[in-house]
């Protein structure tokens, strides 16, 4: 594992998720999983996000729309609260959420609505 990656990558995904999220993962890890965590903080948040030639508001734009065309919503929250810790607003949650809708289906998109008017109530944001 490249430890610059992976130092750079846990300072973004601790930025972006919240420190105590990411310390509670790499804690829970063991030797099964431990590997995949780091390489995961590696290469996602060290490689992928550590390139500047996105801001993390943009990639988290990019993500809410990936992992909600995914379909796979429990990403997705984490991702959102990533979000909304990345500067974007819940006029931008809407408008990913409608190209969710556009390009996957409207039922994929009522699923995006569903856990962001949870997770916007819960951070104060509607």
Known sequence: MDE???????????????????????????????PFQEAMTAWCWGFGWGDEALDAKTRSLMNLSM???LGKMHEWEIHLRGALNNGVSPDEVRAAIHIVGIYCGVPQALECFRVARRVLQEAGKV
């Open 67 to 69: 992992i909600g065309a």
């Open 4 to 34: 610059y990656l992976f130092k750079r990558g846990l300072e973004q995904r601790k930025a972006t998720l919240g420190a105590e999220y990411v310390e509670q993962n790499l804690a829970a890890a063991d030797a099964f999983t431990r």
